[in-house]
């Protein structure tokens, strides 16, 4: 299996949306319709990019997420609130991955992995940050996402979602 990835911006996602809705569709984490709303809102984040790997053309998976803007509300989410020395941001202290989906063929093999790093690589920021659903899997996501080095900071709940998530942080260039 050769993966190659792609990595795009705001300015390129109609190129690129097509490869998206449809690793997203296959993998039926919610309606196309529904996805490509929250995409375009998204992708008018500051810095928005993403990251989409391709075997033989065709897309077996991407994430995607942005900057966090000095004037975020996003820290306000934790149900414990975090020292300043965490929330602060400057707009280029912090980005968020909002979302790294692969198709079922393609689960396990490191393409995840490999997405996240690739993503990775076009971010300025010092720190990246995610938020995870730790009952997925039985804690198997977030272990996961420990294995890429982000470590636990604090539970989140955002406005009128009843779903309490790990909010989990990690330097974008490791040592």
């Not at 196309?32 to 989409?52: D, M, N, S, V, Y």
């Not at 900057?67 to 820290?75: E, I, K, M, R, V």
């Not at 991955?97 to 690589?121: C, D, F, M, N, Y």
Request: proline share 6%.
């Amino acid at each position: 299996m050769t993966v190659e990835y792609s990595l795009a911006d705001a300015e390129h996602l109609p190129y690129v949306k097509h490869s998206l809705l449809e690793v997203h569709t296959e993998a039926g984490a919610s309606d196309a319709e529904h996805f490509e709303a929250r995409l375009q809102a998204a992708a008018t984040e500051p810095g928005w990019t993403t990251a989409i790997g391709y075997e033989a053309g065709r897309a077996v998976g991407y994430c995607h997420g942005f900057s966090l803007p000095a004037d975020t509300d996003w820290w306000s989410n934790v149900i414990v609130p975090l020292p300043e020395y965490v929330t602060r941001e400057s707009g280029q202290r912090t980005a968020v991955l909002s979302e790294i989906v692969v198709r079922k063929p393609w689960r396990g093999t490191g393409v995840a992995a490999q997405l996240h790093e690739a993503w990775l690589s076009l971010r300025p920021e010092e720190r990246v940050t995610l938020l995870v659903d730790s009952t997925i899997g039985d804690g198997a996501l977030q272990t996961v996402c420990e294995k890429w080095g982000y470590r636990t900071v604090a539970n989140y709940r955002a406005p009128g979602d009843p779903t309490v998530y790990t909010a989990m942080i990690r330097p974008v260039h490791r040592p």
